[in-house]
């Protein structure tokens, strides 16, 4: 509900506060006064577009801020949930719009994109007018006011939910399946590669190894023609060796009887040098024995180490770095498995999907049916009481072929209007009347207006082009809404005027040098001056005194 309006240098309002209370609230004031320059500028709070030319001449900036209680509105309170702009006390909304043109939106305080204060706004106000926002002329609004009426909105947000779920779901099979191809091809080629390697079978470290034996194999000859040698030198040279001379050098130093104590480290010496030289010719002839130089094992040596770096060639690796590259290619090719695993999976969460929304899509569409003949009934009664003789309404339900889920459902729907007897049913964009267009919407209000979730409305002049009778109807349509919430009406006709809880005067306050807007709160005294004006001119009398009286304590009666 609307409970505070405050406008500061708006076209010809330099300040205005207005408190805004539950029930019918008229406005009325003569042509001119600015009765809608207070809906213009609540329009701004709400996302509409301005432009620098809605400042005050002389001011710098205009500021509008509308206050809204949204205790008992849990649509509008979730929303602003999601976004960290709850608040304690009133939802504010704010419009700054400066002398430049440059435009600012905010929302509790915090900054905000103006497609955010509009849609906070619907979600909190529905302003009915001629003008081009009237939300009654979109499809959107009807489709709401249909599933309000039906008490299917729960079930029209799980076939949302569904066909968001499927889009989205869509959308990631999609994805996956346009690199299929590539996938696969990347799939062959790893599987491919990592069979090389597999057959491969390179061993921890096992090319050091063979490269030291294939060094070993290589230098066989030379390597036993060496050790021969040295085994000769050592102990088979007949012109002298190594184990005789240490033979004869002990043999001499120990012929002593009194051998000196100093020469027997010299002799240890020789001694040890004796048993080490015999064990190294004991291990070259064991080595030269046992060794075996074997051609083919150099060849087997060699084609082993040509397959390593022929891979690691064909890889573009380091041969020792082959088995990293096993593992990373591994690696990848399960996480191409995976992606093979999600497409399948993505395709049972599709087709589950689409069963879902069909389901419920089709439940929807059934009470959609069932509902729209009764509101098109209750309706056109409605127009009828209006002053719309003869007037008929009816809502179209459409299927239309779907390719994929719809988030509106399995139908097009349509408001669908005739507003006088013989004319065939338009749709309500097309209704060329704007007063007729307001009735309409009054009628279509009336009998939303319980199950409505917008818990106030606006009217700019719905009684254009009626009175009498039909005057006095309006006025008590304006008022059940009103009893139910908040209802703010502009209006001509004393017959509406009088049917308000709360009554606003717009007039013109004119200074020496500028005029101004200003805006009264009346009192019962005041109401009844200001409908006896609309009833009877500027001119007073006690007749339409009288008259003005009798309307306003009617209305409080009924």
Not at 36 to 59: E, H, K, N, T, Y
Not at 228 to 252: F, K
Not at 259 to 286: D, F, K, T
Not at 386 to 413: A, C, K, T
Request: proline fraction near 3%.
């Amino acid at each position: 509900m609307l409970v505070h309006l405050s406008v500061h240098n708006y076209a010809i309002v330099e300040h205005l506060d207005l408190e805004l209370a539950a029930g019918m609230t008229v406005i009325t004031g003569e042509t001119g006064a600015g009765k809608s320059i207070m809906l213009d500028a609540l329009g701004l709070a709400l996302g509409d577009r301005a432009d620098s030319g809605v400042v005050r001449p002389g001011a710098d900036k205009a500021d509008i801020l509308a206050s809204f209680d949204v205790s008992a509105i849990a649509e509008a309170r979730d929303w602003l949930a999601e976004r960290d702009l709850e608040q304690d006390g009133p939802c504010i909304l704010r419009r700054v719009i400066t002398a430049e043109g440059r435009s600012r939106a905010y929302i509790n305080g915090t900054p905000c994109p103006l497609g955010d204060l509009k849609h906070l706004g619907e979600l909190l106000i529905d302003i009915h007018s001629q003008h081009e926002h009237q939300s009654l002329l979109k499809a959107d609004t009807h489709r709401r006011l249909l599933d309000e009426y039906a008490g299917s909105q729960d079930l029209a947000r799980q076939v949302q939910l569904a066909a968001q779920r499927w889009k989205q779901t869509r959308q990631e099979l999609d994805r996956l399946s346009r690199s299929g191809d590539e996938q696969r091809a990347r799939h062959q080629l790893l599987s491919y590669q990592l069979e090389e390697l597999e057959n491969l079978g390179l061993g921890e470290n096992e090319l050091e190894q063979l490269e030291a034996e294939h060094k070993t194999q290589s230098n066989a000859g030379n390597l036993i023609a060496a050790c021969r040698q040295v085994v000769e030198l050592c102990s088979e040279s007949d012109a002298g060796n190594v184990l005789s001379a240490l033979t004869s050098s002990l043999n001499r130093l120990t012929a002593f009887q009194s051998q000196p104590a100093a020469l027997n480290e010299a002799v240890n010496l020789l001694s040890s040098a004796q048993i080490q030289v015999e064990e190294a010719i004991g291990e070259l002839n064991r080595f030269v024995d046992h060794f075996d130089a074997d051609p083919m094992r150099l060849q087997q040596l060699e084609e082993r180490m040509d397959a390593i770096y022929s891979l690691a060639r064909k890889h573009r690796v380091q041969p020792h770095e082959l088995q990293d590259l096993q593992q990373r290619l591994l690696d990848e090719l399960e996480a191409l498995n995976a992606d093979d695993e999600a497409i399948e999976r993505l395709g049972d969460e599709l087709a589950a999907y689409s069963r879902h929304y069909q389901e419920k899509a089709a439940e929807l569409s059934q009470m959609r049916q069932s509902a729209a003949p009764q509101l098109a009934k209750a309706v056109e009664v409605e127009m009828q009481r209006l002053g719309m003789p003869g007037g008929r309404f009816s809502i179209e339900l459409r299927s239309v072929p779907q390719e994929e889920p719809n988030m509106n459902g399995l139908e097009l729907l349509e408001f669908l209007v005739s507003a006088n007897p013989g004319q065939p049913l338009k749709g309500l964009a097309k209704v060329a009347s704007g007063g007729e267009l307001s009735r309409i919407s009054l009628a279509i209000q009336v009998i939303t207006a319980q199950t409505s979730r917008t818990p106030t409305l606006v009217f700019d002049e719905v009684d254009v082009g009626i009175g009498g009778p039909t005057a006095e109807v309006v006025g008590q349509l304006l008022r059940r809404l009103g009893e139910r919430g908040q209802v703010l009406t502009v209006t001509h006709l004393p017959q509406v005027a009088a049917q308000g809880h709360q009554h606003l005067f717009v007039h013109k306050d004119r200074g020496s040098s500028e005029t101004r807007t200003a805006v009264a709160n009346l009192k019962k005294a005041e109401r009844v001056e200001e409908i006896a004006r609309m009833l009877g001119g500027v001119d007073l009398t006690k007749e339409s005194l009288a008259h003005a009286r009798k309307m306003v304590d009617s209305a409080v009666q009924d």
